[in-house]
């Protein structure tokens, strides 16, 4: 591959990748290394970032068909970037066993002040009780204050960090 910096060849070469890896690369400049890493995947996936526009801008061109195939994926944002609310509706996850990773990234993703919100229709309404009593308790074990609100078949959980 002419043009492509030796750097660059020789980290994607060093992140000895398998073909359904997910990886995540921070700061993607136009997406060269990107291209690299996509070309090593088959059922993996490749989720990029850069606080610049134009760099975001200029790497989707570059890697349109990994983005048509589905490999690929690229977003302005920085890691320093926090949310004022992250959500998810019917996400098993947060009640069907310990959900302590992925509480703990919410966490650290949410600025001060900032909340989750889980929404749910589960499928009748001893389900719909038994989800507004477990959730909060779930959450309240992981460092958040969780109050949960049904409307009907509905069931929201507001939660936010201790």
């Keep these: 591959?002419?043009?492509?910096?030796?750097?660059?060849?020789?980290?994607?070469?060093?992140?000895?990748?398998?073909?359904?890896?997910?990886?995540?690369?921070?700061?993607?400049?136009?997406?060269?290394?990107?291209?690299?890493?996509?070309?090593?995947?088959?059922?993996?996936?490749?989720?990029?970032?850069?606080?610049?526009?134009?760099?975001?801008?200029?790497?989707?061109?570059?890697?349109?068909?990994?983005?048509?195939?589905?490999?690929?994926s690229f977003h302005v944002t920085s890691l320093a970037d926090r949310f004022d609310t992250v959500f998810a509706v019917n996400v098993n996850l947060f009640w069907t066993r310990s959900p302590a990773p992925e509480l703990a990234l919410v966490r650290g993703l949410l600025r001060p002040g900032g909340a989750l919100h889980l929404c749910y229709e589960p499928p009748g309404p001893a389900r719909l009780d038994q989800l507004a009593a477990a959730l909060p308790a779930t959450l309240a074990a992981h460092g958040f204050h969780a109050e949960a609100t049904a409307e009907g078949a509905l069931l929201g959980v507001r939660a936010t960090p201790l």
Aim: positive net charge; proline residues 6%.
């Design 1 to 72: 591959m002419t043009g492509v910096p030796q750097r660059l060849r020789w980290a994607v070469e060093a992140l000895d990748l398998s073909p359904r890896d997910r990886v995540l690369e921070v700061g993607c400049g136009p997406g060269v290394a990107a291209d690299l890493v996509c070309r090593r995947l088959s059922g993996g996936r490749l989720v990029a970032v850069d606080r610049s526009p134009v760099a975001i801008d200029r790497a989707t061109r570059r890697n349109a068909a990994h983005i048509a195939a589905g490999t690929a």
